[in-house]
């Protein structure tokens, strides 16, 4: 498991600010008993404490700065910043204290400060969780989905809930975007005081294997747990899979002190029954055989919609999602298990759960076209996969106009070039069949987990038509070999088993070729980022929104003809260079139709 000590601090982090109008006041000398730790000074019974912050920049007076080491610098080194906004003092280990040096102000010092600062904000801030109906959600893939699903059960029937995760916070209305998908400690404790404050009953949070490993949710008081499925990602924060399913563990073991009262557990894969079976009694929910809450009958999908029963211990009710997918009838039933978890009627929260639209999930983006535009989150090799093969059924049932195909969002209303051409042999029974092709724009991050570009690559080249491999938020990494991973992994699928692929790293190109090849009936999928409204490069995140940048592309092409450098915009990355290969499901076209360069051709490139 990775040091705790150290948290990777996010490149922009949030400059929103929630914190109870109304603060506890805490004596120093109080402070210093709960944490154990050390100091010099004597006066600690005078100095009161209000709050606790650990980035500098949002330090407000009276709060206590805890100076913790991060991966790019510790947090000692913004002491004297945070005291000149008014921290009264600072909470550090010994390595800090060195940096810090004289302070106007006491310093507090034990080692690793960090197990205890979830315990001491939720004190400071009176342990609002204890007055709050909390569920928890963590998992590999879903948690977004089901935690908006949850919100809308809980909703309906009559409780002011919050909700925290990877698109935004949202406390009564008031809606935050998220730095995070699960804070760190002390903003945490804070939103809770703040909740508390606006009489919020029921907050429903995503909560990632980063904040468990980290102690992030440390100090929270969950009511009720759920976890979705287990699949390849952040292999680069875990030693290994075992490292990852541990830290997800954290929120159901029963000797964890986070464990929650009641675990809400999907077995449709090899973790969830692992886990299950581990604890002493789990609620199940099981889209393919038996569980606690399992499906009964069949499940019906018609205009981008699907009807299902779910059969629970009591009852059963009718769910209708507004959202495509077998991976969101599993976040469906287990959004109604939770909901009942958490003291709801299932049949008060179920019709709730047509309600939603779940931003950059399955988002549709329409602007007049002849075929199907898609924005999709999906940034790991199982959600590709799903997503991949969702957007298949579709195709297979001749379901690609926009009311067919449905979104698991509301339809947009628009808010280097490098590139290649691989082929493959394989002949597309569905395009054969039906008419509709697949185009796929996917990239990975960089400084995340190396070890799934190649599987993003291959999930990609194996299920689109076309693959069009491109930049995603490369961070401080080369992009072009993060590119270059995802080409291996692509062009290693046996040819009768892949589409074409291509590589454009500029992803505003990359797009506006995508929608250049979709004739009628086709799908263009955009995936990897979803809701975002930035690209990370080199620590900048310029602005960019593939349902902004889908749209234009859209827009450029109803209009008519256009000119290919203005198409590929200037809100990507730099443009680099072009070379292309026929592909195989690209047999109906030219390889001049593909690419003006022809198939081998490379050229010099403009920014």
Known sequence: MPNPERSPVPAQSSQHVLRPTHPRSTPLSTVLAMTGAGSSRADLAQIQVTGIEQRSHAVRPGDLFAALPGAQAHGARFARDAVERGAVA??????????????????????????????????????????????????????TTTAYLVEAGLTAAGLSTALIGTIETRIGGRRVPSALTTPEAPQLHAMFALMVEQGVDAVVMEVSSHALALGRVDGVRFAVGAFTNLSQDHLDFHADFEDYFAAKRR??????????????????????????????????????????????GEVSAHGGEQEFTAAGPDANVDVRLRLPGRYNIANGLLAVAVCTAAGVDPAVAAPALATVDVPGRMQRVERGQDFLAIVDYAHKPAAVESVI???????????????????????TSGTGRDTRI??????????????GRLAVVVGAGGDRDAGKRPLMGAAGARGADLLIITDDNPRSEDPAAIRAALR???????????????????????????????????????????????QEI???????????????????????????????????????AKRDHAGPRERGRSNTEQSPQGSDAEDLTVS
């Open 422 to 435: 691989h082929g493959g042999h394989r002949e597309s029974d569905t395009a054969a069949d039906t008419g």
């Open 538 to 576: 080199q620590g900048v995140k310029h602005p960019f929104d593939d349902r902004e940048v889908l749209a234009a592309a859209l827009e450029r092409r109803e209009r008519g003809p256009r000119d290919d450098n203005t198409a590929a915009g200037a809100t990507g990355p730099e443009v680099a």
């Open 90 to 143: 600072v909470f550090t280990d010994p390595a800090g204290a060195e940096l810090v040096g004289e302070l106007d102000v006491p310093v507090l010092v034990r080692e690793q400060p960090r197990s205890v600062l979830g315990e001491l904000s939720g004190a400071l801030y009176g342990n609002p969780s204890e007055r709050l109906r909390i569920v928890g959600i963590t998992g590999t893939s879903g948690k």
């Open 389 to 411: 093969a969702t957007l298949r059924g579709h195709l297979a049932a001749g379901a690609t106009s926009p009311e067919a195909a449905g979104s698991g969002g509301p339809s």
């Open 251 to 296: 929120l159901f073991e029963a000797d964890s002190p986070i464990a929650a009262h009641t675990s809400v557990i999907c077995v449709d894969d090899e973790w969830g029954r692992r886990l299950a079976a581990d604890l002493a009694a789990p609620i199940t929910v099981c889209t393919t055989g038996s569980g606690t809450w399992q499906l009964t």
């Open 488 to 534: 291996r992994g692509a062009l290693a699928v046996p040819e009768a088993e892949r589409g074409a692929v291509r590589e454009i790293g500029d992803r505003a190109a990359a797009i506006a070729a995508a929608v250049d090849w979709a004739r009628p009936g086709d799908v263009v999928l955009v995936a990897g980022k979803g809701h975002e409204v930035g």
